[in-house]
């Protein structure tokens, strides 16, 4: 017989509700950043539930990011700042569990950073300029020492690219990318035996990047990102995904 196939009914918890509403209450700007929300006993009455109920809830919304509640605190919990850490821990999970492979991570990678250099050569200022040397000279000073205080140079490079750029999307997707690569294969890079040669060679790339960005030349910026980015990476990446990054190359 046909017609259409219906799916069992789930029974939402009364947290649940409270959760739900409080979230559409953030998300449509009722509630913003530094607001409180009412007390627990006023909570209890406007949703009659008990005590254990809206305290169950805000467990929930403070595990997610969006509230702190402090134990014992008179007042109600306080609406959070948006901060890319749910992202972050939904990207790691769909890695983790293969839902996205390191070929797309690097080649998103690749998207973000080339488009951030694009911008960046048409919007910096001269202080983010100068910010930019300040961190490719940490990098230089960070091979003699280790990985990690290279890697953190690094990354202080591509964030103010990525502030530069003037998009603040595009800042939380870089590093909420970035840090999942480089968690994936830290290790293999710290324990590559090359790696000294590596990083003086990525130290270069970056010195190229940064005078195509100084020169205000958006597409040679671009263009210079992804040849590195792919580069740097696609010896992590499984042979049958380098295709997809050697596509976004010129």
């Known amino acids: 017989m046909g017609g259409p196939r219906f799916e069992p009914v789930r029974t939402v918890r009364a947290y649940?509700?409270?959760?739900?509403?409080v979230e559409e209450a953030i998300e449509s700007g009722t509630l913003c950043p530094g607001q409180r929300l009412p007390s627990e006993r006023d909570l209890m009455g406007q949703f009659s539930v008990s005590r254990s109920t809206v305290r169950e809830a805000l467990r929930v919304l403070q595990a997610r990011g969006l509230v702190r509640s402090r134990p014992g605190d008179p007042h109600g919990a306080e609406v959070q700042p948006f901060t890319p850490t749910e992202l972050r821990k939904s990207m790691t999970m769909l890695a983790r569990v293969d839902g996205l492979s390191l070929g797309?991570?690097?080649q998103f990678r690749m998207v973000l950073d080339s488009s951030a250099n694009l911008l960046a050569a048409r919007l910096r200022t001269d202080e983010q300029l100068a910010e930019m040397d300040t961190a490719i000279a940490a990098m230089r000073a960070a091979v003699e020492v280790g990985y990690d205080e290279f890697s953190t140079a690094d990354v202080a490079f591509h964030d103010?690219?990525?502030q530069a750029s003037g998009n603040k999307l595009i800042q939380i997707c870089t590093e909420v990318v970035r840090s999942i690569v480089l968690g994936l294969i830290a290790d293999k890079i710290a324990a590559a035996p090359d790696r000294v040669?590596?990083?003086r060679q990525s130290i270069r790339h970056h010195e190229e990047v940064l005078a195509?960005?100084?020169a205000g030349d958006g597409p040679l910026a671009a263009r210079l990102s992804r040849r590195t980015m792919y580069d740097y990476y696609v010896g992590y990446v499984p042979t049958?995904?380098?295709p997809a990054l050697r596509a976004l190359l010129e």
């Open 240 to 242: 049958s995904e380098r």
């Open 16 to 21: 649940e509700r409270i959760v739900e509403q």
């Open 212 to 214: 195509a960005v100084r």
């Open 160 to 162: 103010t690219v990525a």
């Open 104 to 106: 797309e991570l690097v």
């Open 197 to 199: 040669a590596l990083m």
